[in-house]
């Protein structure tokens, strides 16, 4: 078989699998990274996004599948004879070395002259704002000064590739919101490749070009932020990425690409659809508690239903309405609107903040 | 702290567990001050209370040719002991630490059962195995004998620190260029190398008074603590309190060193 090369990818993964014992950690992944792009991984705890990039890395070695790194297959290559570089979760860095000799461990390796070191060294703490630690040990410096060090350290080498293992788990939350800014500031500074691994949703749609959602060892969707939050493929997907309301129905008729579906309390709503979904299939409607419209006013369309609860969340409310669904359905509403619990109401959302989709999850656990 | 002061019947059960410690301790030492004592005594037979003190015996010892030759080989055997069991031990707990292979926690017992041995066993196993083989005895059959139970002080030591040693310090090092040998010597070698030290050092104090074994495998000549045990039997003499002075103040040293290379190490992560 031969795989189609696409020009200009900077890291290709194709049908890249990999088994610890019987259990099955990656199983069969394509991914095409391209030059300069900002990629995450992410995905609950598990689902293979960290054993895929120690593949990338060299740190484990695919069962079966190749890695292309800039069209060249690295698949059989130790770490150290990779064009990447990595920062590790927990930072890595070497305790018994000074932080400069720490930052300029990797140009020592490719035995650079001294002076030239001594430079890049200097350039590197400038670059993530660490003019003044040079001579310090690693221990001495705080979480947020070492994860730096560790950024500089990796960045020295002026790799094509800059793997990111969860990098700001062990930072504060203002700090890691910080961090996030300027890593993506980062990628775009030194122009490489940046392949960023995290199970905080958040954190990969603020940082993200593009986005590759994992579960049980596979890449369920890939795409954009605004792709994958507001068109989710998935019950997974929906789930994961914010909050999203799963609404049960029935496919009543196909117009191009969106549907009108009669959901289970009998209500006909419409909704995008993602190809191959035809008339009278199950599907399950998705829709962003945001998203959601709800009025006091009764009307001829829209799902009827009941207040079930009402939670202060500060710049906004959130309603639980019972629309005879299995699930409460989620709505934001504004502060200070005055919906009270028992209240009937009236729930409505646009065609095109819906999106419906099969529930591959039922089908897979059939 | 945790103040135990307002309950009386726990600090009654505080007090006879210091006591208790205290009594173990004075059990362990006593001995030793008192033949610190005996040795700068003036007289010629160990008598209490001491009248005058000397630093005769020292003098007396020290230009004693035979506990010459005696400290002289200890310290060769010592040295050499600790040599082997830092080469044999360190590559076996490298080979424990980053390898999974099988048989390894038969290697691990193995490798940790001489300490456990009495000498005496050690020594009888260890001599028919020599006569069997026609080895001849010398100074060699001890240096082999001593690194037997060497070699476990020197692994136990640096198993303990490479289990410290986080294992992506040794991935670090390998993404940012480093060979496997040159990772080795870049990272893990120095930040082990404190383990190494100390327990070689406890190594060389462990083979520096070693008798029993000794005592079977020797060739022509006697180390220190066969010099003495030899002296004894024909009768004492003060200058005797003197040489296992000696004795106690090399393994003083050497656990002492030993310890605070460990600690600093331990405090630096």
Not at chain 1, 48 to 62: A, D, H, N, S, V
Not at chain 1, 289 to 315: H, M, W
Not at chain 2, 207 to 224: M, Y
């Amino acid at each position: 078989m031969t795989a189609p090369i696409s020009v200009g990818a900077a890291i290709e993964l194709a049908d890249v699998r990999k088994q610890f014992g019987a259990v099955v950690a990656v199983n069969g992944i394509d991914l095409n990274i391209r030059p300069g792009e900002f990629l995450t991984l992410l995905g609950p705890s598990g689902c293979g996004k960290t054993t895929t990039l120690r593949m990338i890395g060299g740190f484990e070695w695919p069962s079966s599948g190749s890695i292309r790194i800039a069209g060249a297959d690295v698949s059989q290559l130790p770490p150290h004879k990779r064009p990447v570089n990595t920062v590790f979760q927990q930072y890595a860095l070497f305790p018994h070395m000074s932080v400069a000799k720490n930052v300029g461990y990797g140009l020592r390796m490719a035995r650079l002259p001294g002076r030239e070191i001594n430079e890049r060294v200097a350039e590197a703490l400038e670059m993530v704002r660490l003019p003044n630690v040079a001579d310090r040990n690693p221990g001495e410096l705080s979480g947020g000064q070492q994860q730096r060090v560790a950024l500089a350290r990796a960045l020295i080498n002026r790799p094509s590739v800059l793997l990111l293992d969860e990098p700001l788990g062990a930072l504060d939350l203002k700090l890691r919101k910080a961090m996030q800014l300027e890593l993506k500031q980062l990628n775009r500074e030194v122009g490489a490749t940046f392949v960023y691994v995290t199970h905080d949703q958040e954190e990969a749609l603020t940082m993200s070009d593009r986005i590759a959602v994992m579960s049980r060892g596979a890449i369920w969707q890939i795409g954009s932020p605004a792709e994958i939050y507001e068109r989710p493929a998935s019950r997974f997907v929906a789930d994961f990425i914010g909050q999203s309301n799963l609404l049960e129905g029935v496919v009543e008729q196909v117009v191009e690409a969106s549907a009108l579906i009669r959901l289970a309390g009998g209500a006909i709503v419409g909704a995008a659809i993602s190809d191959g979904i035809g008339a009278h299939e199950d599907v399950l409607v998705s829709v962003r508690p945001e998203n959601v419209f709800v009025s006091e006013q009764p009307s001829e369309g829209g799902i009827k239903g009941r207040v079930a609860d009402v939670v202060y969340l500060g710049a906004y409310l959130r309603l639980l309405l019972d629309v005879g669904q299995a699930r409460l359905l989620a709505a934001n509403v504004p502060a200070g609107s005055s919906f009270v619990s028992g209240a009937e109401v009236v729930v409505t959302f646009p065609a095109s903040k819906a999106v419906a989709f099969r529930d591959q999850e039922a089908v897979d656990t059939m | 702290m945790i103040a135990v002061s307002a309950q009386p019947r726990r600090s009654l059960g505080r007090t006879a567990l210091n006591a208790s410690v205290c009594l173990v301790f004075l059990f362990l030492y006593l001995p030793l001050a008192v033949i610190v004592l005996y040795s700068f005594s003036a007289e010629k037979v160990n008598v209490w209370p001491i009248g005058s003190y000397t630093t005769h015996w020292y003098h007396v010892m020290w230009h004693d040719p035979e506990v010459r030759k005696g400290i002289m080989l200890s310290v060769r055997i010592g040295l050499s002991a600790a040599g082997l069991a830092i080469l044999l031990g360190t590559l076996t707990a490298l080979a424990i630490d980053r390898y999974a292979f099988r048989g390894k926690a038969l290697l691990r017992f193995c490798a940790v059962l001489p300490i456990t041995l009495p000498g005496i066993v050690t020594g009888v196993a260890m001599l028919s195995f020599f006569s069997v083989t026609g080895f001849e005895l010398s100074n060699r059959t001890i240096i082999i004998g001593h690194t037997t139970f060497c070699i476990t002080l020197v692994l136990n030591s640096v198993v303990a620190r490479l289990a410290q040693i986080p294992r992506n310090l040794g991935e670090a090092a390998a993404d940012l260029g480093a060979s496997p040998l040159r990772a080795f010597w870049t990272v893990t070698f120095p930040l082990t190398l404190p383990a190494i030290i100390a327990g070689g050092l406890l190594a060389f104090t462990l083979s520096f008074d070693e008798i029993v074994v000794t005592l079977f495998l020797k060739g022509r000549d006697a180390t220190l603590p066969l010099v003495i045990w030899a002296r004894l039997r024909r009768g004492f003499s003060p200058d005797i309190n003197a040489a296992a002075c000696m004795i106690v103040g090399v393994s003083f040293i050497a656990v002492m060193i030993a310890t605070v290379i460990t600690r600093s190490s331990r405090s630096a992560q």
